[in-house]
């Protein structure tokens, strides 16, 4: 099941294989969520066990770090665009390539596709840990944005496939 990170979950034992993604899980999401500056949402089973997890925030992208052909389609009064930024996701070990990651992701997106009809939300935005993280991303259809690193799949296009 998918859930809110709560108290009961079992930060400790999580790993991930990336250090940063961690540490971020046992020191810093509790903290995060309780000052409102993400979301996290923890796969788990009754062990309470963490499988894998992943953060949501509002965020935004200046206008002039998308590539021309999108920066044309968008108005030139708004010198940033609104978007949902996917922090985190980050699988256990003991459970990588099961496909979990898959379905997690899923899941950030088809909420963020559902949150998005209440505030607007022009992408969902990603910014990659290493090439290995990219690569996967780009599996499933996120684009690069020059210069900063980071990645993004439009809103639109997540319409299409959830609706
Ligand atoms: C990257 C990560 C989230 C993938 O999760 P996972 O559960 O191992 O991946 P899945 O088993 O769901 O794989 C889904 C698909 O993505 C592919 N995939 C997984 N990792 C990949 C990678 N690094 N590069 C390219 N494709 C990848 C799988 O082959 C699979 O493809 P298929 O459906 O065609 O067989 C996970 O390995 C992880 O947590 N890594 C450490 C943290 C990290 O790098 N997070 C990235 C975001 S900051």
Do not use: W
Request: include cysteine; aromatic fraction near 10%; charged fraction near 30%.
């Amino acid at each position: 099941m998918i859930e809110l990170l709560g108290k009961k979950h079992n930060k400790s034992d999580f790993d991930c294989g990336k250090e940063l993604l961690n540490s971020y899980i046992q020191n810093q999401a509790g903290q995060d969520v309780k000052r409102k500056l993400s979301a996290c949402f923890i796969l788990t089973d009754d062990t309470n066990e963490i499988q894998g997890y992943y953060t949501l925030s509002n965020n935004s992208i200046p206008l002039n770090s998308f590539p021309e052909n999108i920066r044309k389609k968008l108005p030139k009064s708004y010198t940033s665009i609104p978007a949902t930024l996917l922090g985190r996701l980050a699988i256990d070990i003991k459970y990588q390539g099961k496909g979990i990651g898959k379905i997690l992701l899923i899941d950030a997106l088809k909420r963020s596709y559902e949150i998005s009809k209440e505030i607007g939300s022009f992408a969902v935005v990603v910014d990659p840990i290493d090439e290995d993280a990219e690569k996967f991303y780009e599996k499933y259809g996120f684009i690069k944005l020059p210069d900063s690193g980071k990645m993004l799949i439009a809103t639109k296009t997540l319409k299409e496939l959830f609706e």
